[in-house]
């Protein structure tokens, strides 16, 4: 009589998943990029062409379990958002900003990026104004009405894009306006004006 053959079942071995590398390079094109691209070239219009703070030449990239945001600054306005896109965290060089194409690139330099978080005023209702709106005009009322002018220039924002608006209550004059939406925060340091006819429409205000 024949033994009967012993089958042995091989445990399958489980591999682990290979970890995503992310990418060192940022490209965002016109017409493959339509949500990310409008946004990017708005960013990097923030970016300081200053030659004493070396810095503020480049963008900052952060990651989370949210995804990547970028920021930018010049040290007078300050633009941060979150893209659908892959990329490792650091300093990045521009290497292209056109009207087609957008291309970065992640640089060596140890140099460190300010912490901008530092500069965000309270946005809790006891202390500003909160307003909601659409585009730079928006803001610009907004904001000369409560006190707060700003350069129209300055203002890192798309026309068609929502934002709430903060506006400090106490020396409205001297503390950055907060542009904030689900995905980008701008922060807009005012200007001051001398002219005796807007000396003139504070005391008024004031004395209102």
């Known amino acids: 009589m024949k033994k009967p053959k012993i089958i042995q079942k091989s445990t399958p071995v489980k591999r682990p998943r290979p970890m995503k590398r992310r ?27 200053d030659a004493t703070r070396p810095i503020l030449h480049y963008v900052q990239v952060e990651t989370d379990e949210d995804g990547v945001k ?88 798309a026309d068609h894009e929502a934002v709430t608006l903060y506006i400090q209550k106490d020396c409205p004059e001297l503390y950055p306006a907060v542009l904030q939406n ?5 922060i807009v340091m005012p200007f001051r004006v001398t002219e005796p006819w807007v000396r003139e429409l504070d005391e008024l205000r004031k004395a209102a």
């Open 23 to 49: 990418t060192t390079v940022i490209e965002l094109h016109s017409k493959l990029h339509s949500r990310d691209f409008p946004r990017m070239r708005t960013l990097l219009r923030c970016v300081s062409s």
């Open 70 to 157: 970028v920021t930018a600054t010049d040290g007078k306005r300050l633009r941060s958002d979150r893209f659908s896109i892959e990329a490792s965290p650091g300093l990045y060089e521009i290497k292209a900003n056109t009207a087609r194409g957008v291309f970065l690139t992640k640089s060596r330099s140890q140099m460190k990026f300010p912490n901008h978080k530092q500069v965000i005023p309270s946005l809790k209702p006891k202390d500003a104004y909160i307003l909601k709106g659409v585009g730079s005009r928006f803001v610009l009322w907004a904001s000369a009405a409560l006190g707060c002018r700003l350069d129209p220039s300055m203002i890192a924002l």
């Open 182 to 186: 689900d995905r980008t925060t701008v």
